[in-house]
């Protein structure tokens, strides 16, 4: 195991119902919210009209942006920093999936510098603009996905340039997030799959990519994997089942809050690829992760047969007596496509409307670009240069 420094001081208030404290917990961070929101659901659904209730109540007055694109752009924040800045708002309230609340992170980061988000994302450039000061930020998750509530990272889409990349803070971890499972019961069956994608790939890249001897860390992951397998198939088939949306949403903030790969570090080539997936195509993020994941570890299983024979036998009940380790490692590749078939989830690119090859070789140097510490390859059981991304590419046509 590795040395590690754990540091989240997000407060997560978590269950059914909890929703209702939303005004008492903002009324801690000032008078005057910003809510940064998606376009439709949170106002479809009444979401955005509770919370806005609720402040009212504690005397916290709110102005609603309601503009955030999914795959969240850098036009869109800055236009919304700007709005901030105009009301004197003395916090950002992030309300929706990962897009919103990323978006809220780097509207915290704009409203209180004036200027362009861009220059803080770490997009390639040699040193990116150190956050130095960002206004207190809440979240709100409406989805279970990405597990923005819950760390301090934000992804953040350049449409211009199509480039997707990072902006990260110690000062973007949510001062609260409430985490409540029944805002997840209107999100369609679509976006509850790729969430339940997305959740996984969070702890399988640091499993398959980390450092060995990690069981605690590799059993929490392993723990993830099985409870989206076992509560995803419910969500879908009665999306108001509040058991299976609550599993799916403890698992959703967990997973990327630091928690599972303390001691394990590893790198997320799966990621650094999707993001150059969604910033070439504007595909949902948990969708590119299902596209590229049996391709990836079709491509990585021999260089760690041991750790893929391990969620073989452990996530998949795979009986090991005689077979090779590379035989039970093959298992694991069978198992998780038989998964992923059984959410329908088992893609080609032209599944996810990509029906050519012309943008691979720049999205592939995108990749290597803003993602490669040495700017040669992914950091991967088996490298990846840009030659193999282009081919993990091209095996998903
Ligand atoms: O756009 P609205 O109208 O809000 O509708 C959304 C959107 O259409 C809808 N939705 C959300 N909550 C709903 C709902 N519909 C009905 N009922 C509800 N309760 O779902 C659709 C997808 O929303 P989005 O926020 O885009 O999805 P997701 O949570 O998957 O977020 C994706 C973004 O997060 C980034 C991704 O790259 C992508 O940009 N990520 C952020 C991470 C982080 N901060 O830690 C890590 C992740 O790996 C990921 O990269
Ligand atoms: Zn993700």
Redesign the pocket.
């Known amino acids: 195991m590795q040395n590690f420094v754990f540091y989240n001081p997000t407060k997560i208030i978590f269950g059914p119902g909890e929703i209702a404290r939303v005004g008492k917990e903002a009324k801690q961070l000032g008078d005057t919210a910003l809510i940064v929101?998606?376009?439709?659901?949170?106002?479809?659904?009444g979401?955005v009209n509770r919370i806005t209730d609720y402040l009212e109540k504690e005397g916290v007055q709110a102005i609603v942006y309601?503009k955030?694109?999914?795959?969240?752009r850098t036009t869109t924040i800055d236009a919304a920093g700007e709005l901030a800045r105009q009301n004197k708002c003395d916090f950002i309230l992030g309300v929706?999936?990962?897009?919103?609340?990323?978006a809220a992170?780097a509207v915290a980061v704009a409203a209180a510098t004036g200027e362009p988000i861009w220059d803080y994302v770490a997009h390639g450039q040699p040193m990116p603009k150190p956050v130095r000061k960002a206004l207190h930020l809440a979240e709100i998750?409406?989805?279970?996905?990405?597990?923005?509530e819950f760390?301090s990272?934000?992804?953040?889409?350049n449409w211009e340039s199509h480039e997707?990349a990072?902006l990260g803070s110690p000062l973007l971890f949510p001062k609260f997030s409430i985490v409540d499972p029944e805002?997840?019961?209107?999100?369609?069956k679509d976006?509850t799959i790729?969430?339940g994608i997305?959740i996984i790939?969070?702890v399988i890249e640091g499993f398959f990519t980390g450092a060995d001897n990690t069981p605690v860390q590799d059993r929490f992951s392993l723990s993830i994997m099985r409870t989206v397998m076992d509560y995803l198939p419910k969500a879908i088939a009665n999306p108001g089942d509040i058991e299976a949306r609550s599993q799916l949403s403890w698992s959703s903030a967990v997973a990327?809050s630091g928690m599972i790969n303390n001691g394990r570090g590893g790198a997320?080539p799966l990621?650094a690829m999707?993001?150059a997936l969604?910033a070439h195509y504007d595909i949902?993020?948990?969708r590119g992760?299902a596209l590229l994941l049996p391709r990836l570890m079709e491509y990585t299983y021999e260089a760690r047969p041991a750790k893929f024979a391990m969620m073989a036998t452990e996530l998949f009940g795979e009986i090991a007596d005689g077979k090779s380790e590379l035989d039970l490692a093959r298992a694991a590749i069978d198992g998780m496509n038989d998964f992923l078939k059984s959410v329908d989830r088992f893609l080609r690119m032209p599944d996810v409307g990509i029906s050519s090859d012309i943008h691979f070789a720049q999205m592939a140097e995108d990749t290597i670009r803003i993602y490669s510490r040495n700017k040669e390859f992914l950091d991967n059981p088996r490298p990846l240069y840009k030659k193999d991304i282009v081919r993990i590419f091209d095996n998903c046509m």
């Not at 929101?37 to 659904?45: F, I, N, V």
């Open positions: 929101t998606g376009k439709r659901s949170s106002s479809a659904h979401i309601d955030i694109e999914p795959n969240p929706g999936g990962g897009s919103p609340m990323d992170k998750p409406t989805l279970a996905a990405t597990g923005s760390n990272g934000a992804v953040i889409s997707k990072v805002l997840t019961v209107t999100v369609p976006y790729d969430g997305d790939s969070h990327l997320f990621h999707e993001h969604s949902s993020h948990g992760l």
